[in-house]
């Protein structure tokens, strides 16, 4: 009983041990460590400040911000650039429907010219959706540095 009572009265009177992951006590040898050095967290083979992990995550979360705007912008080009493919291609199956005389085309060659014009309408619509997304996409995102003309 002497004994425990012992023992808790040294642990009390020293200062309490750090505490770091999953490592339940860790004795720190100050009497060899400056005070800057005490406050330092060691991983692997770097050291590090708490106020220097901070500021590089507060700059990985701002990377990770713009490039997730980035990533927006991609995807919105890649989907207009397929629209106006299409609507290109459409356009030249149109275009040379359009080229035979109106006496000659066949009841199916003048269907065929209704639905290209209704597929090229279709796009043109959504190609036109895709731009005001983006516009939308942009000007809500904030940290946009250049401004754009507006389309």
């Known amino acids: 009983m002497e ?3 012992s023992l808790s009265a040294h642990l009390e009177a020293e200062k309490p041990l750090r505490r770091y992951g ?4 860790t004795a720190w040898k100050t009497e060899r460590l400056g005070r800057n050095q005490l406050d330092i967290i060691s991983m692997a083979e770097t050291t590090m400040m708490p106020e220097e992990i901070e500021l ?3 700059k ?3 990377l990770r ?3 997730v705007r980035r990533e927006s912008e991609l995807r919105f080009m890649m989907d207009d650039i397929q629209l106006c493919k299409d609507i290109m291609d ?3 199956e ?4 359009v080229a035979i005389p109106e006496k000659e085309k066949t009841k199916l060659q003048k269907q065929r010219e209704d639905e290209l014009i209704q597929k090229i309408h279709k796009l043109v619509q ?3 959706f895709l731009v005001d997304d983006a516009e939308v996409e942009r000007l809500r995102l904030p940290g946009r540095e250049e401004s754009r003309a507006p389309t």
């Open 3 to 5: 004994l425990k009572q």
């Open 22 to 25: 999953a490592v339940e006590e």
């Open 56 to 58: 590089e995550m507060a």
């Open 60 to 62: 990985i979360q701002r």
């Open 65 to 67: 911000e713009v490039l």
């Open 90 to 92: 459409l356009k030249q």
């Open 94 to 97: 149109l275009q040379n429907l």
């Open 126 to 128: 959504k190609r036109d």
